[in-house]
């Protein structure tokens, strides 16, 4: 069975996962990436380094979120999200990092979430880290649950 996520759903899957898929588009190109985030009310938080990626949300900050939660071909769930990125500092990064730090430390976490963070037990942010947010404004899902088996199609010969 295939179907919509609810508003419930769609904040479980954002609430609970770690990577998710961030679309930008600047001076004609679209760009795809993984990032690590924490989520907040109707807000990704993430950290990343100068490059890319924040050079395109610095030109163009409305952004498409993909998260997704996949237990097999037939059993999984995926949100799209569009937003508004803003570059954070002062109180609102020092808010952010709290956010992120809870986050990857309730789970374990590679050095890919943690990233340009730093020595993050201590609170410290290594000086390349750029904290941002996006603003969630739009949610979708959807989800396929194999359990409801469809019939198969009859191969023709």
Known sequence: MVGNLSQDEIERVLGTEMIAHLGCHAGGRTYVVPITYAYEDDYIYSHTAEGLKL??????????????KIDGPAHWRSVIAWG????????????????LLERYFSREAGETA??????????AV????????IHLTEKTGRFEDG?????RPTLVR
Do not use: I, S, W, Y
């Open 55 to 68: 050079a395109m949300m610095r030109e163009n900050p409305e952004v498409c979120v993909e998260v997704e």
């Open 84 to 99: 508004t990125f803003e570059e954070l500092a002062g109180a609102d990064a020092a808010h952010a990092l709290q956010v």
């Open 114 to 123: 943690r990233g340009p963070l730093g020595p993050h037990r201590q609170g």
């Open 126 to 133: 290594h000086p390349d880290a750029h904290l941002f947010r």
């Open 147 to 151: 359990a409801r088996k469809r019939p």
